[in-house]
């Protein structure tokens, strides 16, 4: 018992956590965001309402099937530069 108040208490709100959550905000966002704008996007290139569907759903389907994949790239890559470089891609393809 003595000895555990005498250890120093980690903090958990540190700054590297505080941007880990920012940068997987913003992320999901991003995904998000991206969504329900493709299919307004579709239309207003002339394609049906039931064909903008299609193609939102065909984007959840194909962010499904590439998961696995990015598991794999990510167990064999270094994770951080792995997560600073396809977030750069995430943003710029949002700017596009």
């Known amino acids: 018992m003595g000895k555990q ?3 120093q208490k980690e903090k958990l709100w540190t700054g590297p956590y505080l941007l880990l959550i920012a940068m997987g905000t913003m992320t999901s ?3 998000y965001m991206v969504n329900p704008t493709i299919t307004k996007y579709a239309v207003g290139l002339g394609a049906s309402v039931a064909a903008a569907g299609v193609i939102s759903g065909l984007f959840s389907i194909t962010a499904l099937v590439a998961r696995p994949f990015s598991g794999l790239v990510a167990d064999r890559v270094n ?3 792995l997560l600073i470089f396809s977030t750069c891609v995430m943003g710029l393809a949002a700017l596009g």
């Open 5 to 7: 108040s005498q250890t």
């Open 79 to 81: 994770r951080k530069r």
């Open 29 to 31: 966002t991003c995904f």
